[in-house]
């Protein structure tokens, strides 16, 4: 149980242009959903935390209008990245949890975005 | 603020093996998650093993466990008979149990297991 997937696992894009990535939980309704960006050998770095049918909170220093994170339903989550430069290449990791008292994230595969 | 300190870049164990990766946090919580989670070179993160801090008993998952200590807030994993497939980055949370319900990650300990 617990299955979380993203789509697309890779995804290239011209600068400029927008990129969407789906978080979705598969066998659970995740009442929060996380977005991470991990870079080469480094650890998670938490970009925002969604809650199903509100805003999204953003971390500091994570523009709000060039990710944009819609959490629409129970389990599905998405990240948009607007207006793609190379320096937005990265991986991205979607986490869900059912929220409440439920403590622990469960990860999503990840998805390996590159901006030419 | 919380942190969560992982001072052990790189840890190598030979294949059988047993090897212990350590995790240090700070916060001024009584209540509170850490977790510890495993990172192949496909990138999918694991949950390898969880542990309550009301919970004196140290968290055991098969050949993997826990040395919790609360008060000096140090949390080590253990791993027994180590495996190929356990080679992989090997990061530490924290999470508050009220409130926010978002991680704190430790940098990661790649460990490397020799045949």
């Known amino acids: 149980g617990a299955v979380v997937s993203q789509h697309p696992s890779r995804v290239i894009c011209k600068s400029g242009t927008s990129v969407k990535i789906e978080c979705r939980s598969l066998?659970?309704?995740?009442?929060?959903m996380f977005w991470y960006r991990q870079f080469p050998k480094k650890s998670l770095m938490l970009m925002a935390t969604s809650n199903e049918g509100s805003k999204a909170t953003y971390e500091q220093g994570v523009e709000k209008d060039k990710f944009l994170i819609n959490h629409a339903s129970l389990t599905l989550s998405t990240l948009t990245v607007t207006s793609a430069h190379p320096e937005d290449s990265s991986f991205y990791i979607c986490s869900a949890s059912s929220g409440g008292g439920a403590d622990t994230q469960y990860f999503g595969p990840g998805t390996r975005l590159t901006v030419l | 603020a919380q942190t969560v300190t992982q001072s052990q870049p790189e840890m190598s164990v030979q294949e059988a093996e047993t090897v212990t990766l350590s995790c240090t946090y700070d916060t001024s919580e009584s209540d509170y998650y850490l977790f510890w989670y495993k990172q192949p070179p496909s990138r999918q993160m694991i949950l390898v093993i969880r542990q309550e801090a009301y919970k004196q008993q140290n968290a055991t998952e098969n050949r993997f466990s826990v040395n919790f200590q609360k008060a000096a807030k140090s949390f080590s994993l253990k791993i027994s008979d180590s495996q190929l497939g356990d080679a992989a980055m090997y990061f530490c949370?924290?999470?508050?149990?009220?409130?926010?319900?978002?991680?704190?990650f430790g940098t990661g300990t790649r460990l490397k297991v020799l045949a």
């Open positions: 066998d659970f309704q995740a009442t929060t």
């Open positions: 949370a924290y999470r508050r149990a009220s409130g926010t319900y978002k991680y704190i």
